[in-house]
């Protein structure tokens, strides 16, 4: 399997911008988790799917944020407007429930930058 | 990662080992799990404790006492690859559900 798949790898906009991050699960993997790091927070959650319906979405920062999984193999988070406090590196993660581990398998993430 | 403490930062040698420890306060405990995260890349899975005790995996261990809110992770002949920000994560299904709470990660430096 290729992995979790996520686009774009890096993007730099301008503060007011809108901004539209791109998520491809796992195959099978039935949940689905954004999480955003930055270098004071570290890792947090912002929203997670099951079976693509939104199962917490308490992590979201503001109604500038909004993330849809309109079908099981894709997933779209976006701000609107985007503001330089939004810079960070923003992961999506899938898992399987009853897997061995449970573990997320985490995808190479996007680094954003609002200027 | 709320109420998730682990080091900031440690040094050690190469060839030696070192513990780095995680303690947490949960509610609904329901697996601790440790992750690799090299500079730029995404967390990989280390390691999974839901119940007391040390797993072992090649150079790799955790332990988890759930009466204590206390893990660590193990790592033995230590290599320079091992230089790596190791993040603790907890899942805790009253208050986050499904989802993990993640601390903010011990940044390992491994010395020649």
């Known amino acids: 399997d290729a992995g979790v798949i996520q686009s774009p790898r890096h993007e730099v906009t301008e503060m007011g911008q809108e901004v539209t991050l791109r998520c491809k699960p796992i195959?099978?993997?039935?949940?689905l988790f954004w999480y955003r790091q930055t270098m004071m927070r570290g890792l947090e959650l912002l929203i997670y799917?099951?079976?693509?319906?939104?199962?917490?979405d308490s992590g979201m920062p503001e109604d500038r944020f909004s993330a849809k999984m309109p079908n099981a193999s894709f997933s779209t988070l976006k701000i609107q407007p985007s503001e330089p406090r939004d810079s960070a590196v923003y992961f999506c993660?899938?898992?399987?429930?009853?897997?061995?581990?449970?573990?997320?398998?985490f995808g190479p993430g996007t680094r954003l930058t609002v200027l | 990662g709320q109420n998730i403490d682990q080091p900031t930062e440690m040094t050690a040698t190469e060839g030696a080992i070192v513990q780095i420890n995680c303690t947490y306060q949960?509610?609904?405990?329901?697996?601790l799990f440790w992750y690799q995260q090299h500079a730029g890349e995404a967390p990989t899975f280390l390691s999974y404790?839901?119940?007391?005790g040390l797993e072992e995996k090649g150079r790799f261990s955790s332990f988890l006492s759930r009466s204590k809110g206390y893990s660590y992770l193990l790592l033995k002949e230590l290599q320079m690859k091992d230089s790596a920000s190791y993040l603790c994560?907890?899942?805790?299904?009253?208050?986050?559900?499904?989802?993990?709470?993640f601390g903010k990660g011990t940044s390992l430096l491994v010395t020649p």
């Open positions: 799917f099951n079976n693509n319906v939104p199962i917490d």
């Open positions: 949960t509610s609904g405990f329901n697996g």
């Open positions: 195959s099978g993997h039935d949940y």
């Open positions: 994560a907890v899942r805790d299904l009253l208050n986050s559900g499904y989802a993990l709470n």
């Open positions: 993660a899938s898992n399987e429930r009853g897997a061995s581990y449970n573990e997320q398998f």
């Open positions: 404790n839901v119940l007391d």
